[in-house]
């Protein structure tokens, strides 16, 4: 087997893992989990280092089993947190895990027939008829409540200025606990993987698989990756929209570029061994390049191209290219009318805008009369035919003169027109 750890390490993706884990992986090929627990219908960003993960465990031989939270969402993961979260009700829950479903099998073909196909499970199917009398004798005799006390995640709330922990959260480590025993008697699981503040779960998991193996030597490893933070310390995978998604309908792919190629220098760096699958030559190769000249942002372009084509697709990414190149770039009217209503949007978020009515442009509205009376665009009719007269009025990236007349072949989208004095005074008409 190629060295799975080794290449985790290089990539900044290796936080910790028990002893053994390493030599295992080289021994065979092994079985392996990561959690999702379904707190939204889909998943961000802050989620793909897991998904990378199983990916590169399939690349190298390994089966991969993705495994949504169905029961440990119903409670919620007390791990970070110095506050227990509101509980979903089932619909919203079930809700969940379908978005999460349709999200990971992008990623990850579960109907393949290879050997280390992956494999997808939801834990409710087997806690549901788990009744708590046989969950406190099968499962909460085998752990002390000094074992569990003495995770970070328990002395962490204990000890905070919070309200505590409720026995509700106290629980969840039983129950990803037994997630682990579960998975490694069904599938011969042996490997837990998941982020570094996940380690106290997923050692009480590996402790559990031997604990309730008392006769045999059953083997179970832990691996964790780091937490990704900014540069500047801020918690990675939030804009100023708030999280940045893995599905179109809550990030447009337009933003999701953007959020890619508006990395600073030093995250590039980072960030290009993480979420893309470059070998370390072609990153060694791009860094060098991006140092002597850092204004081509070649880095940043690389990674914004790889991950929206990983996450989206390449037909996706040069609508992107194309939307991002209308606010920098050459663009035509013919360039504009390509973009749908909700990606115009959200090029143009935080330009100003005025109605009009369709019936005004039916027969034709000239220029100075939209500049200035029917939009605010413009102060005055005089300074609306000056900037006219200077050539620095276009609409929809097409240079006018005081000769035109707005009709209804000029809406982008049935619906806008884009004025520009200049390079950047954009405004938007929207006809209603």
């Not at 021994?27 to 998904?51: C, N, R, W």
């Not at 409710?124 to 788990?130: E, R, S, V």
């Amino acid at each position: 087997m190629k060295n799975l750890v080794e290449e985790l390490r290089w990539r900044g993706l290796y936080h910790d893992s028990m002893p053994g884990t390493e030599e295992q992986l080289l021994k065979e090929a092994t079985t392996a989990y990561i959690g999702f627990d379904p707190t939204a219908d889909s998943l961000h960003i802050g989620s793909m280092v897991q998904i990378i993960l199983l990916v590169h465990l399939k690349r190298f031989g390994h089966q991969p089993i993705a495994l949504i939270g169905g029961a440990t969402g119903m409670i919620g993961d007390p791990s970070g947190k110095s506050d227990e979260r509101n509980l979903l009700n089932e619909e919203t829950l079930n809700k969940n895990v379908e978005g999460i479903k349709a999200v990971l099998s992008r990623f990850l073909d579960f109907d393949s027939t290879a050997a280390n196909a992956p494999i997808m499970v939801n834990n409710y199917d087997w806690m549901k008829q788990f009744s708590f009398i046989d969950f406190a004798r099968e499962v909460g005799k085998r752990i002390t409540v000094n074992y569990m006390m003495a995770k970070d995640s328990v002395k962490k709330r204990l000890s905070g200025e919070g309200e505590g922990m409720s026995f509700t959260e106290f629980t969840y480590q039983l129950i990803q606990g037994y997630d682990f025993y579960h998975l490694h008697k069904e599938y011969n699981c042996v490997l837990q993987m998941g982020g570094s503040d996940q380690w106290g779960n997923i050692t009480t998991g590996t402790e559990l698989v031997r604990r309730m193996n008392p006769n045999t030597e059953a083997k179970a490893f832990a691996l964790t990756t780091p937490l990704i933070t900014k540069s500047d310390g801020s918690k990675f995978g939030k804009s100023e929209g708030g999280n940045v998604w893995l599905t179109a309908d809550k990030t447009s792919v337009y933003k999701f570029y953007q959020f890619w190629l508006n990395t600073s220098d030093e995250d590039a760096e980072k960030y290009i061994r993480i979420f893309t699958f470059l070998d370390k030559e072609v990153i060694e190769s791009l860094i060098a390049e991006h140092k002597e000249a850092p204004h081509l942002r070649v880095l940043q372009r690389k990674l914004a191209e790889e991950i929206t084509t990983f996450v989206h697709s390449a037909a996706d990414l040069e609508k992107a290219i194309k939307a991002s190149n209308i606010l920098f770039g050459n663009a035509s009217a013919e360039d504009l009318k390509q973009l749908d209503a909700a990606t115009f949007l959200e090029v143009f978020d935080g330009v100003p805008q005025a109605e009009i009515a369709k019936s005004d442009i039916e027969n034709g509205l000239d220029i100075v009369t939209v500049l200035n009376e029917k939009s605010g665009f413009l102060k005055s009719n005089g300074e609306a035919r000056r900037a006219l007269g200077e050539n620095s009025i276009s609409v929809n990236k097409e240079k006018v003169t005081e000769e035109f007349k707005f009709s209804i072949n000029d809406l982008i989208n049935n619906q806008f027109v884009l004025l520009q004095r200049g390079k950047k005074n954009y405004f938007i008409i929207r006809v209603v």
